[in-house]
């Protein structure tokens, strides 16, 4: 089938989501929990009221989650760093790559300016050119942009081919768009929602997952926050219970070296704290202790990336400090430790959330594949429970 003839059919029947009910009135399967709910706390600070990267505040997000008949499920993640005009306040941000088999669109000028001028958006690797082509739309009509010359569109992905007919490429320039106007603050849609979708993570179904950690006052009052994009393998744990081994599913189980532990996962951190690009890049690389602690495997075929940003008012690169010397805030090199910690839980927990917020895919793939089901929340509870001693 062409790309043109497999894009109309995917297209046909497709629904389009760009509010799920969970973000609205907290609706959701029984079988969809966060952490918390069943005990697994991992860390020892606090999250924020929403346990979510919406608690750094200004920060938004957008889902548009594309499910059609057969073997369509895709979708695309919106994430503002702040509501206004990202272009003329930029903020200061890093990349941090573990393995680098992906295709994040906007990284070496990420790398060489320290900073973001767009939105950052996740979806699919065949879908990153169309999504950066929504997302230019969507930049260059915004007002006072009629003269941009030069845009670096950041968007990031993971393969979700093995639940979506990914070389339909479904998603469109004008998803990216929707994704984008559907950004809010408040509650964050988890699981099989936006860019996770269709993705899987140590077998089971994977997803979008957030979290957030709020530093006491003595440590500065700071909030973290942490959006992923689940799509790797390898052991599971979670808050130290041997999940994956328990129940009989994990990579080299039976000693083949096969890709099923490939894959990828994009970390998103969003922190109030006034930190230049040099610490944000410190920061994005703790990132990858708490990937470590879920029991990731990091294979050859797996694509793991941190994008860290400060929303701080004093950091923005905004059009006058863009174009005169002036005073920046910085936050110590000393005063970095407790931010390193905030950011190893919060990617731990909110990997957690994209597992435990994610509903089985009963449909199996149109070559004959296995469905993909969620993790099994009974078991991890009772797990939980069991090393509670309740």
Known sequence: MSPARSLTAAMMGVAIMTAPLQAQDGARGEDQVRAREIGLEPGILSPGPLNAITDVEGVRVGHVTLTGPGFLRTGVTAIRPHPGDIYADRVPAALAVGNGYGKLMGATQIVELGEIETPIL??????????????????????????IGSLNMVVGETNDGRLNDIRARAVQPEHAVQAIEAATGGPVAEGNVGAGNGTVAFGWKGGIGTSSRQMPEALGGWTLGVLVQTNYGGVLQMDGLPVGETLGQFYLSDQVADDRADGSIMIIIATDAPLSDRNLERLAHRAFAGLARTGASMTNGSGDYAIAFSTHA?????????????????????????????????????????????????????????????????????????????
Do not use: C, K
Request: charged share 30%; hydrophobic share 35%.
């Open 122 to 147: 996740l979806t699919n690797t065949m879908s990153v050119p169309r999504v950066a082509d929504g997302l230019l739309d969507w930049s260059l009509d915004r007002p006072g942009h009629e003269a």
């Open 314 to 390: 004093d950091v923005r690169r905004t059009p006058e400090r863009r174009s005169e010397v002036s005073a920046v805030s910085d936050l110590p090199n000393g005063q970095m430790s407790p931010l390193f910690q905030a950011v190893i839980e919060t990617t731990e927990e909110a990997i957690y959330n994209s597992l435990l917020m994610a509903e089985d895919i009963a449909y199996p793939r149109v070559d004959g594949g296995e469905p993909v089901r969620a993790l099994p929340v009974e078991q991890v509870r009772e797990m939980s429970a069991a090393r509670d001693g309740e």
